[in-house]
């Protein structure tokens, strides 16, 4: 991080300020690699909170530098007319992801809004907060595309998908995670949400040992998969969602869709499109969602890639 750099971040961090969005959003993305010196920094509007998060360490000089610029934009009028009140500093480069509280007091949890649905997040304690603010889009899609349907969320973590998919109407939701405090997390987000819980499975299992349970509980009208691109001894990107992509014949009804998601830069949409056509072939691509303007990246396949495909909708003899 040159002056320079701190300096094109402190134009983006001002203005951004002096009009704080009312929901949850990213200020600045500085992984889609358009601002050279900040491609391992991102900070995120937390509805009072700035969260700053650096992927990567930097000189101690560059550390004390950016310290010294964020303190700086605590005092100024953007910052004061804002509802801004806590300043958070995560080094994401660290086993820990050690958040550093530079202004404000320690909370361990925090409620945020993000199109008008409720979502509960973790603060300072773990690598991910709860909420993947470059699926805004994606969660808008689920809602405005589950009235009555039958979802099945793999890989669903903190369950966002599953409060989209029940808000806009949904009329049952499998929820599987391997972990059991991520779905607690997803229970809460209903609760703060008042969803109906009885329309809400949720499975705490490893997904390739529990096809079973998966497919009896089918099938569904529509499948998400968002999994990490890698967690270590359960999942592997380029190994493993081709082993999920050939069981969508199995869970889907007919005329079903597939929202089928991947969020590693090094790997293009090709990749799911190809898979699913070699896999799945009864599946057709029909869109790629975009990704929320800001989260600009400087090559559109490095973003998140959000695919949609349907089957036919006579099942092949």
Known sequence: MTPEALCTLRAHLLPALAAAPAETRRLFHGRGRCWPGLEQLTVDWLQGIVLVALFKEPAPEQLEALKQLLMQISQSPEWQQSPAHTLLLQHRYLPQSTTEWLLGQEVDEWTLTEGGLRYRIDLGRKQNAG?????????????????????????????????????????????????RAA????RDNHRLNGHDLGK????????????????????????????????????????????????????????????????????????????????????????????????????????LKALVFRLDDVPAD
């Open 131 to 179: 909420l993947f603010l470059d699926m805004r889009y994606g969660r808008d899609w689920v809602k405005a595309n589950t009235q009555g349907k039958r979802v099945l969320n793999l890989f669903a973590y903190t369950c966002g998908f599953s409060v989209a998919a029940i808000e806009g109407g949904a009329a049952q939701v499998v929820n599987l995670d391997m972990s």
């Open 200 to 303: 809400v499975s949720f499975l705490g299992h490893d997904l390739f040992k529990s096809w079973g349970k998966v497919i009896n509980s089918g099938p569904y009208d529509l499948v998400i998969i968002d999994p990490p691109s890698f967690q270590k001894g359960s999942f592997l990107l380029t190994k493993d969602y081709q082993r999920v992509l050939r069981r969508l014949p199995e869970l889907l009804s007919a005329g079903g869709t597939v929202l089928a998601c991947m969020n590693d830069p090094a790997v293009g949409p090709d990749f799911l499109i190809d898979g699913v056509t070699r896999e799945a072939p009864g599946l057709h691509f029909t869109q790629r969602l975009e990704n929320p303007p800001e989260f600009p990246d400087i090559d559109p396949q490095s973003g």
């Open 183 to 186: 779905l607690s997390r997803g």
